[in-house]
Nanobody, 114 residues
């Protein structure tokens, strides 16, 4: 099973993007699905989490601007990003944590111009 991230791009400050992360097949034993991001010359940081019961959590830096959601039928996780800031520029990665281990997608570039 692979994770395919897409939906990044270039947007002006204040704009919106909605990256998505699709799985190539059914994943058993999901504990959580997360988005992370890594800006140039910085460590990868956690952005948002959604667990199977629908509960969500966000990093303080994106709380109120980003929304993580999941479409189980499409086996896809989304990250709706609003009011984007230049500081949000990064490669965004999806991650699925299961009882068997963790899987990562390949990342999608988000660039916010000022």
């Amino acid at each position: 099973v692979q994770l395919q991230a897409s939906g990044g791009g270039l947007v002006q400050a204040g704009g919106s993007l909605r990256p998505s992360c699709a799985t190539s097949g059914r994943i058993i034993g999901i504990k959580a699905m997360r988005w992370y991001r890594q800006a140039p010359d910085k460590e990868r940081e956690w952005v948002a989490t959604i667990i199977p019961n629908g509960s969500v959590n966000y990093a303080d830096s994106v709380e109120g601007r980003f929304t993580i959601s999941r479409d189980s039928a499409k086996r896809t996780v989304y990250l709706q990003m609003n009011t984007l800031e230049p500081e949000d520029t990064a490669v965004y990665y999806c991650n699925v944590n299961t009882v068997y281990g963790s899987r990562w997608g390949q990342g999608t570039q988000v660039t916010v111009s000022s």
